[in-house]
């Protein structure tokens, strides 16, 4: 029986904005979904952060958005 290690990636789009979390097989291939989906500057990273959907990343740190937008 053949296992998949799949991991979860956090999707960032080009302003820096988190998307969508989704899991995945390997780096790249969530990189160029990503890519595809949010602009050629967006990218994937590993999930290792508590982040969600409208949070912000901004000089390589993860910012949790409040409801009131701070």
């Given amino acids: 029986m053949k296992m998949n290690y799949q ?3 956090i999707m960032v789009d080009e302003d820096g904005i988190v ?3 989704a899991v995945g097989e390997n780096y790249e291939d969530m990189n160029r979904v990503t890519r595809a989906s949010y602009g ?3 990218f ?3 999930y290792r952060w508590a982040v969600g959907i ?3 990343f ?3 740190i993860f910012y949790n958005v409040n ?3 701070n």
């Fill in 19 to 21: 998307r969508n979390i």
């Fill in 7 to 9: 991991s979860t990636y």
């Fill in 40 to 42: 050629e500057n967006a």
């Fill in 54 to 56: 409208g949070d912000v």
């Fill in 58 to 60: 901004k000089n390589n």
């Fill in 67 to 69: 409801e009131d937008g």
């Fill in 44 to 46: 994937a990273v590993e």
